[in-house]
């Protein structure tokens, strides 16, 4: 599954950069949307520095990182 990981102007934790790639068969991360033009990614993970928001969750880092496992690890 490839997954947009985009950015803004935060760098994203390493222990976070670790749980999409391994949920991933691909990984591109990009700072900014627009960016990514040729990648047709099957999910996107959007992070603000303090929160990602994936699908129509919003997961408040490192509170909710149980179930941002569960959702890498599952596939979704």
């Known amino acids: 599954m490839k997954t947009l ?3 803004g102007d935060h760098e994203p934790p390493q222990e976070l950069r670790e ?3 391994r949920g991933s ?3 591109a991360e990009v700072a900014y ?3 990514a033009r040729t990648m047709d990614p099957d999910r996107i993970v959007e ?5 990602l928001v994936y699908e ?3 997961l ?3 509170e909710d ?3 941002l496992r569960m959702l890498f690890d599952t596939g979704g």
């Not at 992070?47 to 929160?51: A, N, Q, V």
């Open 5 to 7: 990981l985009i950015r």
């Open 19 to 21: 749980i999409v790639a």
């Open 25 to 27: 068969t691909e990984v």
């Open 33 to 35: 949307a627009d960016q």
């Open 47 to 51: 992070w603000d520095g303090e929160e």
């Open 56 to 58: 129509d969750r919003r």
């Open 60 to 62: 408040r880092w490192p």
């Open 65 to 67: 990182v149980d179930e």
